[in-house]
């Protein structure tokens, strides 16, 4: 269930990352390209982005742990921004998906998913008893 709720915050947060022009980063709908088919989009690409984040972000997060030790983490900003590039990557082969413009811009839309997620998470999270 909560694998779920990341997929449904990821959506979000990535939705709102597309309302922001200035970050030259879209979403391109499912054909014919109505409101439900951005939000199927949506959830796709969250999909997508959650497993890049899990399989290909932990290998890179385990093999990078000493430059985050170095940098004291900011090195977790440009490799967030990384799988964000990946995963519009992996949809740019279709006619739908993610689509980031520059790789900088990526990452300040990464920071703002990553807050998104992170209020979310705080929100979100199970009360202990």
Do not use: C
Not at 50 to 75: E, M
Not at 103 to 109: P, S
């Amino acid at each position: 269930m909560g694998f779920l709720i990341r997929i449904v915050v990821n959506a979000f947060a990535i939705w709102v990352v597309t309302l922001i022009p200035a970050l030259q980063v879209t979403v391109v709908p499912f054909p014919p390209g109505g409101t439900l088919q951005l939000v199927l989009t949506l959830l796709v690409v969250a999909l997508i982005f959650a497993l890049v984040n899990t399989i290909i972000g932990t290998v890179i997060k385990v093999l990078a742990f000493p430059i985050y030790i170095l940098t004291l983490g900011l090195i977790g900003l440009l490799i967030n921004a990384f799988l964000l590039w990946f995963t519009a990557w992996l949809t740019h082969w279709w006619n739908w998906g993610l689509r980031v413009e520059d790789f900088w811009w990526g990452v300040v839309a990464a920071i703002i998913i990553s807050l998104i997620n992170w209020i979310f998470g705080i929100i979100l999270r199970p009360k202990k008893d």
